[in-house]
């Protein structure tokens, strides 16, 4: 199935409009008509081969959703017309440790949704840029927000999975203390996302403009991180912080805020590593320094359907396909609030 999509040739190139190739669906595939898909700054990494790797033609994009205009015939979840989502995985091996737990996100075999090798043409996945995608059935996620809302659910799927997996990991609730660094794509989902699983959130940031922001994000409190006295104020009082800033940058300002036994995640991907942190900041208090990849397909659905109740989507700005290049330029400079979505239908013109 030949359909239209937004890609590069090479990492020095634009994107540009291109046709690619779509493998018939199979008994236990699901063929879907994207409608959105959001912008990750993981897309921008990749395409423009800033981390290893990079195959070309390279069509990005892991925050589809769409409605379903095909299913195999042993497909049992699934009709056409149904509303869905496919975020980071299209595939793993299915049957190790992992996938059996339902993080199929730390799969060995894990197959993101492009730039991962593929029977299919041309040997790579290639990602939601694009006006069709066909997923294995285990790998779709289903969307119970309203039509309306769709373009802006888009986002929930990485950014929005990226900072619910550690939220519900290390049990950010009511009676915690919860600080997310960064008020970007994934900061102002981590913000939301905390705030509905009733946390007291703190918002660090670099910027004074960015104060209200956070807070009407649901942020009860912000720190301008540059600022040695709000960030003193803070000292040894978090349960855990969500280090979401894709820049590397010093953890230790950060360390120092955990009370014994907290925990600093890193959600954000820098394109070079942080500086080494100072190992006595985290023996004396037994913290923890973790990381954390986005999320496995159940924990996926679970944040989907929580925030379908609690009527949570992401901040969007909706884009043409022939928007992207300039729209990558002004995330660079953080020029967005707070996620670039593509709409789809612009790729017919």
């Not at 950010?172 to 997310?180: C, I, Q, R, S």
């Not at 959130?201 to 403009?209: K, L, R």
């Not at 805020?257 to 942080?274: C, E, I, M, Q």
Request: aromatic share 6%; proline share 4%.
């Amino acid at each position: 199935m030949n359909t239209k999509a937004y890609g590069a040739y090479a990492g020095d190139q634009p994107l540009e409009p291109m046709q690619i190739t779509r493998r018939a669906s199979g008994a236990h595939d699901v063929q879907i008509a994207i409608a959105y898909c959001g912008v990750c700054h993981s897309d921008i990494h990749q395409v423009r081969a800033e981390w290893e790797g990079t195959l070309y033609p390279c069509v990005p994009g892991h925050e589809i959703v769409g409605r379903v205009t095909a299913v195999g015939g042993q497909v049992k979840g699934y009709r056409i017309g149904d509303l869905v989502g496919v975020g980071c995985i299209v595939d793993s091996c299915r049957h190790c440790d992992d996938c059996e737990s339902g993080l199929e996100n730390y799969c060995d075999h894990m197959v993101g949704t492009y730039n991962f090798p593929t029977a299919d043409a041309p040997g790579h996945t290639l990602g939601g840029y694009a006006q069709q995608i066909v997923v294995h059935e285990r790998y779709v996620l289903r969307i119970r927000h309203p039509q309306q809302q769709l373009a802006a659910v888009a986002p929930l799927l990485c950014a929005g999975i990226t900072t619910w997996s550690p939220l519900r990991h290390w049990n950010a609730g009511p009676g915690k203390k919860v600080g997310v660094v960064g008020i970007g794509g994934l900061g102002h989902m981590g913000i939301k996302l905390a705030h509905a699983l009733g946390a007291h959130v703190v918002a660090f940031t670099t910027s004074e403009s960015k104060r209200e922001a956070a807070k009407a994000l649901g942020a009860d409190e912000v720190v301008v991180s540059r600022n040695a006295e709000e960030m003193a104020a803070h000292l040894k009082s978090f349960d855990l912080i969500l280090n979401t800033v894709a820049m590397p940058h010093d953890l230790d300002a950060f360390l120092t805020l955990l009370k014994r036994d907290g925990n600093l995640t890193l959600v954000g991907a820098p394109a070079s590593a942080h500086p080494s942190p100072n190992v006595f900041n985290l023996i004396m208090k037994r913290r923890t320094l973790a990381g954390s990849m986005i999320g496995g397909i159940p924990e996926t659905q679970e944040m989907l359907d929580f925030c379908a109740e609690r009527d949570i989507v992401a901040d969007i700005e909706l884009i043409r396909a022939d928007e992207i290049n300039a729209a990558y330029e002004r995330m660079l400079k953080g020029d967005v609030k707070y996620r670039f979505v593509i709409d789809i239908a612009s790729l017919d013109a």
